[in-house]
């Protein structure tokens, strides 16, 4: 009698309406999407064509372009000193956030107690990934470049950028810990070995892709943020190859940044290149990050030896 009931119930309701709003929500969302989709690779193509024109306009030579120091001349400009200062300041990124990010996220997940303070810090760590970017900049200029003394170098830069990075690192560092499961650890425990080596040869190869992705979709980030660098202080124009950590510099972003807002179209060009230069090296990153990430999951998902 009850299948009967339901069954003349489901008869009387009109479904004609709610398939109507789950085709017009699906719709939205498809037109969304691909708005999205569409101005990205309209903008990927304005890019390439500004690049190409530059190049058949003003035949700029790559080669030369891509190993040359910037000039206030557009002819005798190029973006090698840029690409150089950038590469010191993501080897320096990494080495300052990455160590600092994991061992915070292994304290706040196997030794941290879990009561209210540990929460607050979990809570305010995921609201300073969402910090602008400037505001390290400014912060940065204050303590290190003026009162430390240090000078608009580019280990002034790295810090900036690091403190950028090191929430969203630790956000993803503590998602990957947590999801090795409880079970691995109580086994490594079983076999008699300490906390420290659970951690170390159990926890975090289980966990390294998800922290080695994270780090390099964070330096992916870091790599074309330009607010931080100007307010630390970076060069107009990259005339001379950085020696080092404390060197004076400008990065690709800020040498982009700079040629365009120049009066010479060729400098307009020149930041088309620069561009699709950076896009390469982002391009790089996403590559390296699938890469690695399939490669722990393979060969380091596995237990180790304790």
């Known amino acids: 009698m009850s299948t009967k009931r339901e069954t003349d119930f489901l008869a009387d309701v009109d479904l004609s309406r709610e398939k109507l709003l789950n085709r017009l929500f699906y719709g939205t969302l498809v037109v969304a999407s691909l708005f999205g989709l569409v101005m ?5 193509a304005d890019v390439l064509w500004e690049s190409v024109q530059a190049m058949t306009t003003f035949d700029i030579d790559l080669v030369q372009f891509l190993t040359s120091t910037s000039s206030s001349r557009a002819e005798r400009a190029g973006f090698g000193a840029s690409i150089l200062a950038s590469l010191w300041l993501m080897a320096l990124t990494a080495v300052l956030a990455f160590f600092i990010a994991v061992g915070c996220a292994i304290y706040l997940v196997e030794f941290a107690p879990e009561n209210r303070v540990t929460r607050l810090i979990e809570a305010n760590l995921a609201n300073l990934a969402g910090v602008p970017s400037i505001v390290y900049g400014l912060l940065v200029l204050a303590l290190i470049v003026n009162d430390a003394g240090l000078g608009s170098v580019i280990l002034a830069g790295a810090i900036a950028l690091a403190l950028l990075i090191v929430p969203i690192i630790i956000v993803a560092a503590i998602e ?8 691995v650890r109580d086994g490594s425990y079983a ?3 300490t906390k420290w080596q659970t951690i170390r040869r159990v926890v975090l190869p289980q966990a390294m892709p998800g922290i080695l992705t994270g780090t390099i ?9 330009t607010a931080p660098l100007i307010m630390v202080g970076t060069m107009l ?7 080092g950590p404390l060197s004076s510099f400008s990065a690709m972003p800020t040498q982009i940044y700079n040629w365009t807002y120049q009066a010479d179209r060729m400098f307009n060009g020149l930041a088309a290149l620069g561009i ?5 090296f982002l391009i790089v990153l996403y590559a390296l990050a699938g ?3 399939r490669r722990y999951e393979t060969d380091g998902g596995s237990i180790s030896n304790v």
């Open 176 to 183: 990957s810990i947590r999801a090795v499961p409880s079970s």
């Open 40 to 44: 990205l690779i309209l903008l990927l």
């Open 237 to 243: 124009h990259a005339t001379r190859y950085p020696s």
């Open 276 to 280: 699709v230069v950076l896009l390469v």
């Open 217 to 225: 979709l964070a330096l992916a980030r870091a790599i074309g943020e």
């Open 191 to 193: 076999m008699g070995a």
């Open 291 to 293: 890469y690695l990430r």
